[in-house]
Structure formats: C-alpha cells, structure tokens
C-alpha cells in the first residue's frame, strides 16, 4: 500500500505565498509522474501542475509563472510553490502520483488533499 500525504496548506492573503509538500510512503519500487491537483466548492477537479520523473513538467495556463513544481526523487517527495496566490486559487489541493509497487505493477494514488484559503 502506498500513502500520500500532503503538507503546507492554510489561510493567506491575495498575493501571498504558499509551498505545498507532498510525501510518498510505503512498498514503492519507482515513481513516475506526479502532479497536484485542485478541487473548488462546486467545481470539478482540475490539474494545476505535473512533473515527470525528470524535469519536464505542465502547468494550468491559470497558474503559469506563480506556481513551480518540482520534485526530490531520493525522497519521493513533491512540492509546489505558490507566489501570487489570488482568492480564486482558494480549493482543496490534491497530490497525485503514479507508483511502481512491483516489476509489473503500476498504480495511481492521491492524497487525501490540504486547504489553501486565499483571502483578505
């Protein structure tokens, strides 16, 4: 079984500052992509940025140039930066990834997600 779990969410104001973390735990043998994602009340949930195993990484046209993800393959870990965050960033943010568990065996996961509240 492998857990995600996600750190660094809360309240701040517009035009502030967050960096999310994400850690990966339990039988992994290799982790290709992983991404955060973002649910808004009443909102379907969105990608808002991916990193592959290496450096090539997508981003939400809504996010590009105030977010950067990127990712500690030693401790299969993921983060994202958010600077500029406007009240319209405020959802539930979810990390995703996509896990070797065996030789054979590949599976996708997501955490249980954290609160980013963007607001004066």
């Known amino acids: 079984q492998v857990q995600l779990v996600e750190s660094g969410g809360g309240l701040v104001q517009p035009g502030g500052s967050l960096r999310l973390s994400c850690a990966a735990s339990?039988?992994?043998?290799?982790?290709?992509?992983m991404g955060w994602y973002r649910q808004a009340p009443g909102k379907q949930r969105e990608l808002v940025a991916r990193i592959a195993r290496g450096t090539s990484t997508t981003y939400a046209d809504s996010v590009k140039g105030r977010f950067t993800i990127s990712r500690d393959n030693a401790k299969n870990m993921v983060y994202l930066q958010m600077n500029s965050l406007k009240p319209e960033d405020t959802a539930v943010y979810y990390c995703n990834a996509d896990v070797q568990t065996t030789l054979l065996a590949w599976h996708n996961y997501w955490g249980q997600g954290t609160q980013v509240t963007v607001s004066s």
């Open positions: 339990g039988i992994i043998f290799s982790i290709n992509a």
